[in-house]
């Protein structure tokens, strides 16, 4: 076993982004990255092994929410953007993000208990610790993937599937789903391995330049082929997503931060895995950190959206602020600094 592992684990993964003080390189964030053409998927730009499968995580949640829409949850339910916004969300426990998920939560018919995860609290500190001063009780809307299931468990009451199971690979919801995100990425069911997310739900490890083609055609829809259904309901997602960024993730994270650009798609995945589509240059960005590391993606993302373009100035002065290159320490004095190698 340990050395199947350890086999799997040669991605052939470089080094990207580092941390030095007084000169000297302290940590090093190893990992990989893919730049894909939304037009016919050739990578423009590479480094590692960018056929390791990797797992979608929370970056396949704006392509899973594809067969919910294509199902009729908006229409049917009356769903708007700020509930199509938390479909692919990967929310903090913000208040506006609860009341969202409070309002599929009724319109659909869903009992919170069928969620199959457990209950829990706010995960941001702020609405966790004003939940903690109320005497908040736990409830299963503050996982961070709640808006998702209830999508699929609203899609499935539509249709008539059982409830119970639906976090299981054969139900009907999660085969269809995986259809449809391995038509997306144009990905086969050969080059695909399921395993099982945080949540609960089945979660596809594809090629990672699989997931840089699935963004350029989110940011461009008009570039994937076939179902134009599909292309329709992926572009409803996507435009969600930058009306309401703050509801996608929260205040201050990468990923909101870059959808508040209408030129910009983007969404974290847990273990490290970050994803960006590119509007006007009509590409799509993947990257991965080995260590899974949140803390050097948004290094990473920026030294690569300099290069490539794709964010306007007023976007990446509010990521460097929020993200400085400068470590200070608790004196305030310079300590160090964020340095990327790629």
């Known amino acids: 076993m340990e050395q199947r592992l350890l086999a799997d684990s040669k991605m052939g993964d470089v080094p990207l982004v580092g941390v030095t003080r007084a000169g000297i390189l302290e940590n090093l964030h190893r990992g990989r ?9 050739s990578i423009l730009a590479s480094s590692g092994d960018v056929e390791a499968l990797t797992y979608v995580r929370s970056t396949g949640k704006p392509l899973q929410a594809i067969a919910s829409l294509l199902g009729g949850v908006e229409e049917k339910l009356g769903w708007g953007d700020r509930h ?3 479909m692919a969300a990967s929310h903090r426990g913000y208040p ?9 939560l009724s319109s659909s018919g869903v009992p919170e208990e069928a969620l199959v ?19 908040g009780q736990p409830r299963k809307l503050f996982h961070t993937c709640a808006g998702k299931h209830l999508a699929m468990m609203a899609w499935s009451r539509l249709e008539g599937w059982p409830l119970e199971g639906y976090a299981e690979p054969d139900h009907p919801s999660q085969r269809e789903i995986l259809r449809r995100v391995l038509a997306w990425t144009d990905t086969e069911e050969t080059e695909c391995r399921i395993g099982r997310d945080g949540c609960g739900l089945p979660v596809a490890a594809i090629p ?6 699935g963004y350029a055609r989110l940011a461009c829809p008009d570039a994937a082929p076939g179902d134009r259904g599909a292309a329709e309901a992926a572009n409803r997602i996507a435009r969600a997503m930058n009306r ?21 798609v983007a969404k974290s995945g847990a273990q490290g895995l970050f994803a960006v ?12 950190l080995s260590d899974g590391t949140e803390t050097a993606w948004a290094y990473v993302v920026l030294s690569l959206l300099e290069r490539y373009g794709g964010v306007a100035a007023e976007t990446a002065a509010r ?3 929020r993200f400085p290159a400068e470590l200070r320490n608790d004196a305030d004095a310079l300590a160090g600094r964020w340095e990327t190698l790629i």
């Open 33 to 41: 990255f893919c730049v894909v053409s939304a037009e016919d998927g």
């Open 319 to 321: 990521i460097r602020e």
């Open 277 to 288: 589509g590119l509007r006007r240059e009509r590409l799509g960005i993947a990257v991965h």
């Open 96 to 104: 506006g993000q609860i009341e969202a998920l409070a309002e599929m």
């Open 208 to 213: 990672m330049r699989r997931i840089a083609l």
């Open 84 to 86: 199509l916004a938390l």
């Open 117 to 135: 995860f457990r209950a829990g609290k706010p995960i941001a500190s702020e609405p966790r610790d004003a939940w903690a001063r109320e005497g």
């Open 244 to 264: 309401h960024p703050d509801l996608v993730e929260g205040p201050g994270r990468l990923a909101s931060l870059l959808l508040a650009d209408p030129n910009v």
